[in-house]
């Protein structure tokens, strides 16, 4: 089962500068069966808007994506942070509802951003990656076992921080 870490933004910041460095005393060395759920630093005016989590290495694979599609996701998971369904987003197959997927078409390549909506004060994005499936419409096995990990973990996560007093 994987070991889901929680860290504030400054803790994020010396981990990346760490593994920049190639620092022996890293303090969260990769490994297969570690994700990494971290919550995004709250913006001004984020007052009315859900927080948001990024699972495993979903906030690195988004940034990896060109900068049109990474403004286009952004504000797309704003609208979802403020309690909206936002344009070019459809719901996940598979894992019920409150789970979307978001799609980007740009030049030649195909994107992907799938987040879950549903828990009642925060949003996850639980995985992002450009589409390579050589069967068409179809995604990669891969990614839908990387998703429905993703979830599990969110899940969790979601129970231990959020749970109010008296809930079960």
Same mark, same amino acid.
């Given at each position: 089962?994987?070991?889901?870490?929680?860290?504030?933004?400054?803790?994020?910041?010396?981990?990346?500068?760490?593994?920049?460095?190639?620092?022996?005393?890293?303090?969260?060395?990769?490994?297969?069966?570690?994700?990494?759920?971290?919550?995004?630093?709250?913006?001004?005016?984020?007052?009315?808007?859900?927080?948001?989590?990024?699972?495993?290495?979903?906030? #690195? $694979?988004? %940034?990896?994506?060109?900068?049109?599609?990474?403004? +286009?996701?952004?504000?797309? @998971?704003?609208?979802? !942070?403020?309690?909206?369904?936002?344009?070019?987003?459809?719901?996940?197959?598979?894992?019920?509802?409150?789970?979307?997927?978001?799609?980007?078409?740009?030049?030649? #390549? $195909?994107? %992907?951003?799938?987040?879950?909506?549903?828990?009642? +004060?925060?949003?996850?994005? @639980?995985?992002?990656? !450009?589409?390579?499936?050589?069967?068409?419409?179809?995604?990669?096995?891969?990614?839908?076992?990387?998703?429905?990990?993703?979830?599990?973990?969110?899940?969790?996560?979601?129970?231990?921080?959020?749970?109010?007093?008296?809930?079960?």
């Amino acid at each position: 089962m994987p070991l889901n870490l929680i860290l504030d933004y400054p803790q994020l910041c010396r981990v990346r500068a760490a593994r920049a460095r190639g620092a022996e005393a890293n303090p969260l060395p990769r490994h297969p069966e570690i994700s990494i759920t971290r919550p995004a630093p709250k913006a001004p005016g984020a007052a009315d808007r859900k927080p948001l989590h990024w699972v495993g290495s979903s906030m #690195d $694979a988004l %940034r990896d994506m060109p900068e049109e599609v990474r403004r +286009d996701f952004g504000r797309r @998971l704003n609208l979802a !942070q403020r309690g909206r369904l936002p344009p070019g987003t459809k719901s996940w197959q598979g894992l019920g509802a409150g789970v979307f997927e978001m799609l980007r078409e740009y030049d030649t #390549d $195909a994107y %992907r951003a799938v987040y879950a909506a549903r828990f009642g +004060d925060a949003i996850y994005v @639980l995985h992002a990656f !450009q589409k390579k499936s050589p069967k068409g419409k179809r995604t990669d096995t891969r990614d839908i076992k990387a998703i429905e990990e993703a979830l599990r973990g969110a899940e969790a996560h979601y129970r231990a921080t959020y749970r109010r007093e008296g809930e079960h």
